[in-house]
């Protein structure tokens, strides 16, 4: 989902009529790229690349994965899972040719809410075209090529959690079988997962093993693919900004903050006082033209300009974000998790304990610099929740900020 700047250098803009023409000169070159969910329909494992929410994590590094003690809330002591992963491959470093960003949370709202820097955390993990567990791509459309077929590397898979996916180097003591990376999540299996009634069963059904599945699946968050697609301005907004364009066009002396841009009937509006965050007025306005959208990626990498993420509120934002330790480079805004998120990953919004935020912001290493030994890079991420002074947007608000954004620009 990296930013790519587009150069069509066969797209002939001769035939396009003036308004396309215009339509492809405000384009942006570095356009956000919106992910939605979506029904797998092909099994997301390691080798498909996935972008997805929860289930257990698809190893990019499949010979080497993160430990329980990587992933331990700080609050509670117990087993984070994962809240989602990210495909993000660039084309520098050599090193980033394949590229996936994971994102742990505790499930436990309380543990959030009492201190969400000890409740999340984010590793970076990447390997080069030219590596041991997966061929390069095919780029050739000769089908008698002689490339020589892949062989991958032969080696013992680490054991994983039958529940979370996470390294699991604790087994059960009566079948020996069925590995944990926690006693927590040890006691979940046995107890709520059906472990207890098959424990000691030579063989599973076909049946039985889907019901222990899916009770395992209940435990952790719900697995959907993640698409993405470049964000795009809806219909009222194109309609507005023809509607200035064209003003501009024939009034050529007159101000574009002129009443005169004010709609018949409108005259209160411009002047009345609306007590809202206009920060979280923006968020309403651009989550509101795509509403399911769960994640905006907006990469800062090479030479791209500075970008701001989409804040919820105007305070409690980042003072600095800390340098990579590895490299000492700076890092970068990379994509934000909204809140919408929650809506598709089991979480139950009434319950006490209930997961909650307005937006997370992850923030990665802009250099995308060698992992080395390390295998894994931990990032930065900053939790932002709604301002007491949010409100729903509404027609009448939305058409004034639009004006005042115009105003402004």
């Not at 690349?49 to 430990?67: C, D, Q, T, V």
């Not at 399911?292 to 990626?297: E, P, T």
């Not at 992850?362 to 991420?381: D, F, H, I, P, R």
Request: with cysteine; proline share 7%; charged share 30%.
């Amino acid at each position: 989902m990296s930013n790519k700047v587009l150069n069509d250098t066969d797209s002939d803009v001769s035939d396009l009529d003036p308004k396309e023409l215009s339509q492809v000169n405000s384009y942006d070159k570095y356009a956000c790229q919106l992910g939605y969910i979506e029904d797998p329909e092909t099994p997301l494992t390691a080798d498909t690349f996935p972008s997805k929410s929860g289930g257990k994590p698809a190893w990019l590094n499949p010979e080497h994965i993160l430990a329980i003690e990587d992933v331990t809330c700080g609050n509670c002591e117990q087993p984070m899972c994962l809240l989602l992963q990210m495909y993000t491959p660039e084309d520098q470093p050599a090193d980033a040719f394949h590229r996936t960003v994971y994102v742990f949370c505790c499930k436990k709202g309380s543990c959030v809410r009492q201190d969400w820097t000890k409740s999340f955390r984010v590793f970076r993990s990447q390997l080069p075209c030219d590596n041991p567990y997966y061929p390069p791509p095919d780029e050739s459309d000769n089908e008698d090529s002689n490339s020589q077929p892949f062989t991958p590397k032969s080696f013992r898979a680490p054991t994983q959690c039958v529940i979370c996916g996470i390294s699991g180097s604790k087994f059960c003591s009566k079948c020996g079988k069925a590995s944990y990376c926690s006693r927590e999540h040890q006691m979940q299996d046995w107890n709520m997962c059906r472990h207890k009634e098959f424990c000691t069963k030579s063989k599973l059904t076909e049946k039985e093993q889907a019901a222990i599945d899916e009770l395992r699946a209940t435990r952790i968050f719900v697995e959907k693919e993640i698409v993405s697609e470049p964000e795009g301005k809806d219909k009222d907004e194109e309609e507005e900004e023809e509607q200035a364009s064209f003003f501009k066009e024939n009034n050529p002396e007159e101000q574009t903050d002129s009443k005169a841009l004010v709609l018949a009937g409108d005259e209160a509006e411009e002047d009345t006082e609306v007590p809202v965050d206009d920060v979280f007025l923006n968020f309403q306005l651009k989550i509101q033209q795509n509403p399911d959208q769960v994640i905006r990626y907006d990469r800062v990498e090479y030479d791209m300009p500075s970008r701001e993420p989409l804040w919820v509120q105007e305070n409690y934002k980042p003072e600095s974000i800390p340098n990579c330790e590895r490299c000492h480079s700076p890092r970068t805004f990379e994509f934000q998790i909204l809140s919408t998120l929650l809506n598709f990953i089991g979480v139950n919004h009434i319950a006490v304990d209930s997961l909650d935020w307005g937006s997370l912001f992850v923030y990665s290493c802009k250099e995308n610099c060698t992992l080395g030994n390390g295998v894994y890079a931990e990032e930065v991420l900053w939790k932002q929740d709604f301002s007491q002074d949010g409100m729903q947007i509404g027609p009448k608000e939305a058409k004034m900020l639009r004006r005042k954004l115009n105003t402004q620009a």
